[in-house]
């Protein structure tokens, strides 16, 4: 199947992700395009990230990681950002989720939604986290339990069926990423947390023939 620009006929989107970061690992340049040509788009999060720092108790780290988030958020242009206290490393698909993705949608009535990729796996030896698989799973039938649902509903994935230019945008995509200071000091803390920004959205934003530039990759899931 050819890969198609990302759909341009909309004003306003919704990114529903279970972690913090988990935007700036995958839609930050994209992000940064939209709300630079003045399109809205919010973001709101399954969990405050409380155990995704390796030593920190989660009463500190949660707080740490939203902040974190909300700078991040802001450096690409959206300042709405919402989180709801699902458990970090328990988010499931559950009644309960679905209620509150549906909820949310329904009461912000997005054009556009974007979560996390539901595939078992990034590559070969890259499984995907059960939190993304289950939360995405959540989104899709949110999704398909609204009368009137938004127009397209995107994963931010591998071997995507639409994609978004995102030349002179990666830089403030790595800055955004890098926001995230103490998460990612911790996560690798023998590279500055400025290479590690650079290195995921290089990785994120690959080249492909036909677009001219690196790209944001994205997988159709529902278009009504």
């Known amino acids: 199947m050819d890969i198609q620009p990302f759909p341009a006929d909309w004003q306003t989107a919704l990114v529903l992700v279970a972690h913090p970061d988990d935007p700036e690992y995958g839609v930050g340049a994209a992000v940064a395009k939209w709300t630079a040509a003045g399109r809205t788009v919010r973001y709101a999060l399954a969990c405050r990230g409380e155990v995704g720092i390796a030593g920190m108790p989660a009463e500190q780290a949660g707080p740490l990681r939203e902040g974190e988030q909300r700078r991040s958020a802001a450096i690409v242009g959206v300042d709405d ?46 499984p995907n986290q059960r939190d993304h698989i ?27 069926s639409h994609c978004e230019v995102v030349d002179g945008y990666t830089d403030v995509a790595m800055s955004s990423l890098a926001a ?45």
Request: proline content about 11%.
């Open 81 to 126: 950002v919402t989180f709801w206290d699902f458990p970090d490393s328990n988010i499931r698909d559950t009644p309960e989720l679905r209620a509150k993705i549906a909820e949310t949608i329904g009461a912000l009535r997005p054009e556009v939604v974007v979560t996390n990729y539901s595939g078992p796996a990034w590559a070969p030896g890259a």
């Open 134 to 160: 289950e939360f995405a799973h959540a989104v899709a039938a949110a999704y398909d339990s609204l009368t009137d649902p938004p127009a397209w509903l995107f994963e931010n994935g591998p071997d995507p």
């Open 180 to 224: 995230h200071k103490v998460y990612l000091s911790v996560l690798d803390p023998q590279t500055p947390v400025v290479e590690q920004a650079r290195q995921q959205v290089e990785m994120s934003t690959p080249a492909l023939p036909g677009f001219g530039g690196r790209t944001v990759g994205f997988i159709l899931k529902r278009h009504r």
